[in-house]
């Protein structure tokens, strides 16, 4: 979000690098490529953010200045839509 013309949205994967990458980290990262494509899940995930947000008010006025006049649940459906990222953190080196 910290650029507000072009807010982006990060599904975020932390692995070892000693994991094996067919067997171990490949099937997450294609589950990760469904949730993208599942609106229920989507739906789910939008609804536990927005009552995250909507529980914490400091929080919740870190998004307003953010967002600015933009209702909050209209903006997380926005963002999910046209930005689908996914990031992998390893702790090291992977072949």
């Known amino acids: 979000m910290s650029d507000p013309n072009a807010p982006q949205f990060y599904l975020v994967e932390v692995e070892?690098?000693?994991?094996?990458f067919f067997s171990h980290i490949f099937p997450q990262i294609t589950k990760f490529f469904a949730f993208?494509?599942?609106h229920?899940?989507?739906k789910?995930?939008?609804e536990s953010l927005l009552g995250l947000i909507e529980k914490d008010k400091g929080?919740?006025?870190e998004f307003k200045k953010l967002i600015g006049n933009q209702e909050i649940?209209?903006?997380i459906?926005?963002?999910l839509d046209?930005?689908?990222n996914i990031l992998l953190i390893i702790d090291g080196e992977k072949k």
């Open 73 to 75: 649940y209209k903006f």
């Open 59 to 61: 929080l919740k006025n």
């Open 40 to 42: 229920k899940q989507q």
């Open 82 to 84: 046209n930005s689908q």
């Open 44 to 46: 789910s995930l939008i």
């Open 77 to 79: 459906i926005d963002l």
């Open 36 to 38: 993208y494509k599942n």
């Open 16 to 20: 070892l690098a000693k994991h094996n």
